[in-house]
């Protein structure tokens, strides 16, 4: 399964770098991604990498989040800079085994999932 790390409190324009690990079997995730969930709200896509390197960014986060993965060690990370309210919410990291079929936003795509970590960010 999955593991995160990281989560906190932060203030507004503050930084926090989230981590996930895979744990307990071993298995290769072609992409890794995080989503978040907010109070209330659906589950979002935030951010996806591949094991090639290629990013997407959710419009919300581009230009202050940036995903990056340990291959070697099956890890996936997230940094996230420039903290507003709005990013608070239950971060969860997500494992394709295989290729995204129709679409990285659709959570059904992935096969694994960590427990999530929290962030919330105060004004």
């Known amino acids: 399964h999955l593991v995160e790390s990281g989560g906190g409190l932060v203030q507004a324009g503050g930084s926090l770098r989230l981590s996930c690990a895979a744990s307990?079997?071993?298995?290769?995730?072609?992409?890794m991604a995080w989503f978040r969930q907010a109070p209330g709200k659906e589950r979002e896509f935030v951010s996806i990498i591949w094991s090639r390197g290629n990013e997407v960014y959710a419009d919300s986060v581009k230009g202050r989040f940036t995903i990056s993965r340990d291959n070697a060690k099956n890890t996936v990370y997230l940094q996230m800079n420039s903290l507003k309210p709005e990013d608070t919410a239950v971060y969860y990291c997500?494992?394709?085994?295989?290729?995204?079929?129709?679409?990285?936003?659709?959570?059904?795509?992935?096969?694994?999932w960590g427990q999530g970590t929290q962030v919330t960010v105060s004004s």
């Open positions: 307990g079997r071993t298995f290769s995730c072609n992409a």
């Open positions: 997500t494992c394709a085994l295989g290729q995204i079929q129709r679409s990285i936003y659709n959570q059904y795509e992935y096969e694994y």
